[in-house]
Structure formats: C-alpha cells, structure tokens
C-alpha cells in the first residue's frame, strides 16, 4: 500500500510563503509524474502544477511566477514553493501521483489527504 502524505499546510499572511511537501511511502518501484492540485472552499478541485519525472513542470496560470513545483526523485517527494500568497490562494492543497508498486505492474495514480493554506488579506 502506498500513501502520500503532505505537510507544510499554515495559516499566513498575504504576501507571504509557503513550502508543502509530498513523501510517498509504502512499496514503491518508481513514480512518473506528480502534481499538486488544490480545492478552495465551496468550490472543485483544480490542478496548480504538475511535473514529469524529469522535471519538467507546469503551472496553472494564476500560479505562474509565483509557485515552483519541484521533486527528489531519491527520497520520493514533492514539493511546492509558495511566494507572494494571495487570499484565493487559500484551499486545500492536495498532492498526487501515478505510483509503480512493482516493475510489472502499471501505474496507479494515488491522492494524498491534503494539506490546509489559509492565507489572510
């Protein structure tokens, strides 16, 4: 069984920063791409930065010049560097990941529980 667990979630003030990290645990072979995606109150989850295995990111537009999606392909995390937070960025932020458990079997992509950002105006 693999899981991923987030940490780094706070509550800080506009203008501020945030790093979240993502460790994957359990057995795991390899893991290809990863991303994190958030779910502000009341409204559905949205992808805010993906990337490959590589290390090739994307980022959601709102996010652009102000969030940097990195990984440690050694250690099995992901991470997310937050700079400049602005209210609507305030949501749960949740990462995700296609995770090979062994090298026979394709890959399934796993959620993690999610981390809270709160930031205040």
């Known amino acids: 069984q693999v899981q991923l667990v987030e940490s780094g979630g706070d509550f800080v003030q506009a203008g501020g920063s945030l790093r979240l990290s993502c460790a994957a645990s359990?057995?795991?072979?390899?893991?290809?791409?990863m991303a994190w995606y958030r779910q502000p109150p009341g409204m559905q989850r949205e992808l805010v930065a993906e990337?490959?295995?590589?290390?090739?990111?994307t980022y959601q537009d709102s996010v652009k010049g102000r969030f940097t999606i990195s990984r440690d392909n050694a250690k099995n995390t992901l991470y997310l560097q937050m700079n400049g937070l602005k209210p609507e960025d305030t949501a749960v932020y949740y990462c995700?990941?296609?995770?090979?458990?062994?090298?026979?079997?394709?890959?399934?992509?796993?959620w993690g529980r999610g981390a809270q950002v709160t930031v205040s105006s």
């Open positions: 990337i490959t295995r590589d290390g090739m990111p």
């Open positions: 359990g057995s795991v072979f390899g893991i290809t791409d």
């Open positions: 995700n990941a296609v995770v090979r458990q062994h090298y026979w079997e394709p890959g399934t992509m796993v």
